[in-house]
């Protein structure tokens, strides 16, 4: 019962949101791809002015990419990053550089030693969380690029189908002769 619920909501948000607007195709599945990639980065808190931002410079619709981000969410950060960070992990491997799951549960500990000053607890913390942060952002880049081209290929042909489809079916019904209600 939840699931048709989540699904009915999905739906009318992208027939509703995404399919009708007003604006060009190209504009509104850059909007869409800007948003999943920004969805999968781990900058939660800062996603939605990030979105807004590289909208403007890219001139893609605002409207369509901002409510992409609440898919990442404190709910949702291990489904979402954890296969991002299993990624960068195997793409490090090509570089030569190897995380365990020993050096990930020791950047934790070692991060969470005390320093005296503000500035050296921030340089310890950066040096600590290597193991985490450098897998962790390269593949959150290299899935959010993959889903940013599939979003954008998908909703630049949803949209151009949906406004065919739906053009035509208008068309259709001016066409059609009204029908006389009966007594």
């Known amino acids: 019962m939840a699931y048709r619920y989540i699904a009915n909501k999905i739906k009318n948000f992208v027939v509703h949101k995404i399919l009708r607007l007003d604006d060009t195709p190209h504009r ?8 999943m990639f920004v969805t999968w980065t781990p900058t939660i808190g800062a996603q939605m002015a990030i979105v807004v931002g590289l909208c403007a410079i890219f001139r893609a619709n605002k409207v369509v990419g901002v409510p992409l981000v609440w898919i990442s969410n404190p709910f949702t950060l291990i489904p979402v990053y954890g296969p991002n960070y299993w990624v960068g992990v195997q793409v490090m491997k090509l570089f030569g550089r190897q995380y365990t799951w020993e050096s990930f549960m020791n950047a934790f500990k070692t991060a969470l030693q005390s320093t005296p000053t503000w500035y050296e607890k921030v340089q ?7 193991p985490i942060l450098v897998p962790l952002w390269v593949g959150s880049v290299i899935v959010g690029a993959v889903l940013g081209i599939i979003a954008y290929i998908a909703t630049y042909y949803g949209v151009i189908g949906y ?18 209600p009966k007594k």
């Open 163 to 180: 406004r065919a489809l739906h053009g035509r079916l208008s068309a259709d019904a001016a066409a059609e002769p009204p029908v006389e």
């Open 124 to 130: 310890h913390w950066w040096g600590a969380l290597d």
């Open 28 to 35: 509104i599945a850059l909007g869409v791809a800007i948003g």
